[in-house]
């Protein structure tokens, strides 16, 4: 399976910003789907977005209109561009890849917002 190594955690400011990258170890081209899932301390795993092979995007409602999703092949990567932090996006943030052989996960990237 396809390791993926994220980065770009930290501490924000609430309403700051953060960029998140999730590298693979080998072509993300034919990955069914890319995406991140978040824990927030105390809490279950839960979906925030999600990107298609054909670059379609969903988003969990709580992060629509802040969040976005991107992806460069060329590069194997995906991108989380976090606008509007709020303390509640407070969390470890997990990069997933799907592909033919099953699914998998990078290891996880503290984010925390906090004045």
């Known amino acids: 399976q396809v390791q993926l190594v994220e980065s770009g955690g930290g501490l924000a400011q609430p309403g700051g910003s953060l960029r998140l990258s999730c590298a693979a170890s080998?072509?993300?081209?034919?990955?069914?789907?890319m995406g991140w899932y978040r824990q927030p301390p105390g809490k279950q795993r839960e979906l925030v977005t999600t990107?298609?092979?054909?670059?379609?995007?969903h988003y969990a409602d709580s992060v629509k209109g802040r969040f976005t999703i991107s992806r460069d092949n060329a590069k194997n990567t995906v991108y989380l561009q976090m606008n509007i932090l709020k303390p509640e996006d407070t969390a470890v943030y997990y990069c997933?890849?799907?592909?033919?052989?099953?699914?998998?996960w990078g290891q996880g990237t503290q984010v925390t917002v906090s004045s």
């Open positions: 990107i298609s092979s054909g670059r379609s995007t």
């Open positions: 080998g072509s993300i081209f034919s990955f069914y789907a």
């Open positions: 997933y890849a799907d592909q033919r052989e099953g699914r998998s």
